[in-house]
């Protein structure tokens, strides 16, 4: 139990467009989800945490206006890195609150690398 | 600044040998995580600890939450090539979110 799954795995995007990743809890219902961004060789950094039904907590410096979150569904979150520009590259990862695991256990997905020409 | 300082940041050891990853804060957590990642993949949940001292084993793995909550140590007996990753502790202050250590990067040479 406690699956979460992202899409795209890879995206490789021209500057100036925009990405849609994809974050799904597969058997569980998740209301509160998590979207992380890793450098290489560096550790997960939080950028928002993405409540169903509400607006997006975004962390102290993450442009919201750059990175658009929805939370649509109790099993579906989303993230869009809007007008993409090299320095976006990274490695995007989501997760989400498994109910019954306690609040603070989060469930990771497989993450989604971003390439930006 | 990191919240949680892991120690050390890099650790090689043959196969077969134990190694210890130690994670330090002067905050307290409410509970504490370790993930493993592996390159291109997302973390992995090994375990949560919420109580002060609390020990938890999981085959060659055990690990550890300090008294006061502030502190946590993994400890892998006889390593094996499939323990090689990056381990990740990560602590929860009770308002759900996840503050990382910069991770320990561990091989085990065959």
């Known amino acids: 139990g406690a699956v979460v799954s992202q899409h795209p795995s890879r995206v490789i995007c021209k500057s100036g467009t925009s990405v849609k990743i994809e974050c799904r809890s597969l058997d569980f219902q998740a209301t509160t989800m998590f979207w992380y961004r890793q450098f290489p060789k560096q550790s997960l950094m939080l950028m928002a945490t993405?409540?169903?039904?509400?607006?997006?907590?975004?962390e102290q410096g993450v442009e919201k206006d750059k990175f658009l979150i929805n939370h649509a569904s109790l099993t579906l979150s989303t993230l869009t890195v809007t007008s993409a520009h090299p320095e976006d590259s990274s490695f995007y990862i989501c997760s989400a609150n498994a109910p019954g695991q306690g609040q603070e256990t989060q469930y990771f997905g497989p993450g989604t690398r971003l390439l930006v020409l | 600044t990191q919240l949680l300082e892991q120690s050390p940041q890099f650790l090689s050891i043959q196969e077969g040998e134990n190694l210890t990853v130690y994670c330090n804060s002067s905050?307290?957590?409410?509970?504490l995580q370790w993930y493993r990642q592996e390159p291109g993949e997302g973390p992995v949940l090994l375990v949560t600890?919420?109580?002060?001292?609390e020990v938890k084993k999981l085959k060659r793995l055990t690990f550890q939450f300090g008294d006061a909550r502030k502190d946590s140590s993994l400890h892998i007996t006889a390593a094996q090539p499939g323990d090689t990753g990056l381990y990740l502790c990560a602590g929860a202050q009770g308002d759900y979110k996840l503050s990382f250590g910069a991770g320990t990067t561990v091989t085990v040479r065959a």
């Open positions: 993405s409540n169903e039904g509400s607006k997006a907590t975004y």
């Open positions: 600890v919420v109580t002060g001292g």
């Open positions: 905050s307290v957590f409410s509970s």
